[in-house]
Nanobody
Framework: QVQLLESGGGLVQTGGSLRLSCVAS????????MAWARQVSGGSRESIAT???????NYASSVKGRFTISRDNAKKTVYLQMNSLKPEDTGVYYC????????WGRGTQVTVSS
């Protein structure tokens, strides 16, 4: 049974930082490509960062230069370091496997106040 458990969301002021974590179980984590996605109010879910099993990364233009995705294969954990946060970053952040179909976590709320 695949489980992805996100944590680290919360309320932060504009310009602040948060680090999200996602612990995976039930998958061969070392070889899985992983992603962070978010869903802002009234919008669709969008992928914002991906990381391959060997650590190659890719980012959406909306977060590039501010967010960093990383992973610790020994801990079966993927991280999202978010800096210089803006109110438009507010939303629910999800961890997912890059598989067809993907597995999703339940999400963690991030709120950036202006």
């Amino acid at each position: 049974q695949v489980q992805l458990l996100e944590s680290g969301g919360g309320l932060v002021q504009t310009g602040g930082s948060l680090r999200l974590s996602c612990v995976a179980s039930g998958i061969n984590f070392r070889v899985e490509h992983m992603a962070w996605a978010r869903q802002v109010s009234g919008g669709s879910r969008e992928s914002i960062a991906t990381i391959t099993g060997i650590g190659s990364t890719n980012y959406a233009s909306s977060v590039k230069g501010r967010f960093t995705i990383s992973r610790d294969n020994a801990k079966k954990t993927v991280y999202l370091q978010m800096n210089s946060l803006k109110p438009e970053d507010t939303g629910v952040y999800y961890c997912a496997t890059v598989t067809r179909p993907p597995y999703w976590g339940r999400g963690t709320q991030v709120t950036v106040s202006s």
